[in-house]
């Protein structure tokens, strides 16, 4: 798992969501749909409800990783122990 705080341009260690039900249900439905094809190059992003709040999510496999499909800023976070 890595999370990156992309305003700081960062990895986070520690994270806590509070979710609303429409929110965590939106989740819920966009990992399923990753799941299906894990070697897709997908993402989603899941918005708060009131929009000023967003929760970006891949799947990252080595294949993935193999062929660059990820910024210098997300690699360098990748490459941390």
């Keep these: 798992m890595r999370i990156i705080d992309t305003d700081r341009k960062h990895?986070?260690?520690n994270v806590q969501l509070y979710l609303s039900d429409r929110e965590a249900r939106e989740l819920h439905r966009q990992l399923g749909s990753l799941l299906a094809d894990v070697e897709a190059n997908e993402h989603f992003h899941v918005l708060g409800d009131d929009?000023?709040?967003e929760i970006s999510c891949s799947i990252?496999?080595?294949r993935k990783l193999a062929q660059g499909s990820y910024t210098t800023l997300e690699h360098k976070v990748f490459d941390e122990k």
Excluded: A, G, L
């Design 11 to 13: 990895s986070v260690r």
């Design 51 to 53: 929009f000023s709040r």
């Design 60 to 62: 990252v496999t080595h």
